[in-house]
C-alpha cells in the first residue's frame, strides 16, 4: 500500500522518544527503569529503520540520532 502523505520529496520524519529523558530524571540514570526504558527505545529505533526501509525501498533514507544531554546519577 502507498500513503501519499510518504510520497513527497525530501520527506522528514520526526520520531520524539521522551521516555529515557523522564525517567532518568525520575530514577536515575542507573536505575533498573532507566536501563529497560533504554531497551525499548532501541527496540522502537529497529523497527523504524526496518518499517522505512522496507517501505521505501531505495537506499536513500538518513538516519539522524540525537540527544538533549548526558546525565549523571547525582
Known sequence: ???????PDKLVIF???LG???NGHA???FSSIY???VKVVDHIAKRMYFLLEDYF???RT?????????MSDK
Open 1 to 7: 500500500m502507498t500513503l501519499k502523505i510518504l510520497q
Open 35 to 37: 536501563l529497560n526504558n
Open 62 to 70: 538518513a538516519y539522524i540520532f540525537t540527544a538533549d544531554h548526558g
Open 15 to 17: 520520531l520524539h522518544l
Open 57 to 59: 525501498k531505495d537506499n
Open 27 to 29: 530514577h536515575r540514570p
Open 20 to 22: 529515557c529523558d523522564s
